[in-house]
């Protein structure tokens, strides 16, 4: 999985799982699209489940949409900005960020979308796929984090919105497969397990 994936859709997913078929066990590793695709593409994973790739990095894969994700700019609800019910993309500028690393889904389309916007690329920053340190680390400072929607809403009380949109220039999550190898009867009803997590989050918080 992706690390945005296990902080709601999988945990809900294995959930709805181990209900159905408490015997039926599961491997969860966490990585990145360049480190999870070429294990899955040699048959030592089942299944990657986050943010679905771009299409051309996908080749050879099978893939089901899940969950349509918007991002979101996140900050404590004590930030200078939080406060403020309009903003403009220049008014980031002075706070530090945490970003999605290099090579990262997400962070090309930050990247494209902060220079749409006439903003500079954050010279102050921590890199991290962590959500769980994201949280931490936005509550003890001014930081800006990039976050997926239904991670966003279900983030903790202390934590905050900008008023600030993305284009829809991601994909959506979603699970994906090696279309060369038969889906093992596990992993077929982790996927319908995956769809009906996907179906809670949806009605929740979309």
């Given amino acids: 999985a992706f690390p945005a994936a296990t902080s709601m859709l999988l945990p809900q997913a294995i959930a709805v799982l181990k209900e159905r078929s408490p015997r039926t ?14 294990e899955l593409w040699q048959g030592r994973l ?58 990262t889904i997400l ?10 916007h006439g903003v500079a690329l954050p010279n102050n920053y921590v890199e991290t796929l962590s959500i769980h340190l994201t949280r931490a680390y936005l509550l003890v400072s001014d930081a800006i984090a990039v976050m997926a929607g239904a991670v966003a809403a279900d983030a903790e009380e ?12 991601m994909r959506p999550r979603g699970v994906l497969w090696n279309k060369n190898r038969g889906l093992t009867p596990g992993a077929e009803l982790m996927i319908d397990c995956l769809e009906k997590a996907a179906e809670e989050i949806r009605k929740k918080y979309q």
């Fill in 25 to 38: 066990n599961v491997l969860v590793t966490e990585g990145t699209a360049q480190t999870l695709l070429p």
């Fill in 107 to 116: 962070r090309a389309p930050l990247e494209r979308t902060l220079e749409q």
């Fill in 158 to 169: 202390s934590l905050t919105v900008l008023p600030l949109s993305f284009p829809h220039l």
């Fill in 46 to 103: 089942d299944l990657v489940v986050g943010r679905l790739p771009l299409r051309a990095a996908a080749d050879g894969f099978e893939e089901k949409e899940l969950l349509e994700d918007p991002v979101r700019l996140m900050t404590r609800r004590q930030h200078p900005l939080a406060k403020r019910k309009r903003l403009k993309w220049s008014d980031l500028g002075d706070y530090p960020w945490i970003l999605p690393p290099a090579g």
